[in-house]
T-cell receptor, first 113, second 112 residues
Framework: DTEVTQTPKHLVMGMTNKKSLKCEQH?????MYWYKQKAKKPPELMFV???????INESVPSRFSPECPNSSLLNLHLHALQPEDSALYLC????????????FGSGTRLTVV | EDKVVQSPLSLVVHEGDTVTLNCSYE??????LLWYKQEKKAPTFLFML????IEKKSGRLSSILDKKELFSILNITATQTGDSAVYLC????????????FGQGTRLTINP
């Protein structure tokens, strides 16, 4: 298995909703990432987990809450989002040494209404 | 501040043409430079470059890194309509934790 799987592929949520994005990989990668990508912009790093511990939080608002339950799973919990949070959310993983680069999932396209 | 700049931002060519995409960078603690192709969703990994002057090739695509002048190029020969995509350049840094710094991307359109 050489993929990063993200669910759901599309999500529409209201500003008062609570939802979660899921990411899964079975490549034995020990680093996992959340990126946010707005239309026609490059991906921007949000969070990095290394060996299931949060190692980077790029000053992301607390309405985004990451969780890494085990080495294969990464979640992003969403609460009280704003319309400007609408974007493509990409998950990625890499071996700890990053000698083979990063593998990205197909993303969840999130729309906040 | 770390910076990765790609040029051109947009390029339209005819099928069969050869294109060269550019990526220059100014980052501290450089580790490697990566090229990705993004069509609709997931960026797809193309190349990772760590050493200067060593060309990496995959079919019609090739890339090379110049660590002295701080740039990389991505060449695509005999372009096909399926090459139409956004090509992203990113720099990986040596630091306590991993962080990719992306350029703005080059939107390549191949017309039949």
């Amino acid at each position: 298995d050489t993929e990063v799987t993200q669910t759901p592929k599309h999500l529409v949520m209201g500003m008062t909703n609570k939802k979660s994005l899921k990411c899964e990989q079975h490549m034995g990668h020990r680093a996992m990432y959340w990126y946010k990508q707005k239309a026609k912009k490059p991906p921007e790093l949000m969070f990095v987990y290394s060996y299931e511990k949060l190692s980077i939080n790029e000053s992301v608002p607390s309405r985004f809450s990451p969780e890494c339950p085990n080495s294969s799973l990464l979640n992003l919990h969403l609460h009280a989002l704003q319309p400007e949070d609408s974007a493509l959310y990409l998950c990625a993983s890499s071996p700890a040494g990053r000698d083979y680069g990063y593998t990205f999932g197909s993303g969840t396209r999130l729309t906040v209404v | 501040e770390d910076k990765v700049v790609q040029s051109p931002l947009s390029l339209v060519v005819h099928e069969g043409d050869t294109v060269t995409l550019n990526c220059s960078y100014e980052v501290t603690n450089f580790r490697s430079l990566l090229w990705y192709k993004q069509e609709k969703k997931a960026p797809t990994f193309l190349f990772m470059l760590t050493s200067s002057g060593i060309e990496k090739k995959s079919g019609r695509l090739s890339s090379i890194l110049d660590k002295k002048e701080l740039f990389s190029i991505l060449n695509i020969t005999a372009t096909q309509t399926g090459d139409s995509a956004v090509y992203l350049c990113a720099v990986d840094k040596i630091q306590g934790a991993q962080k990719l710094v992306f350029g703005q991307g080059t939107r390549l359109t191949i017309n039949p």
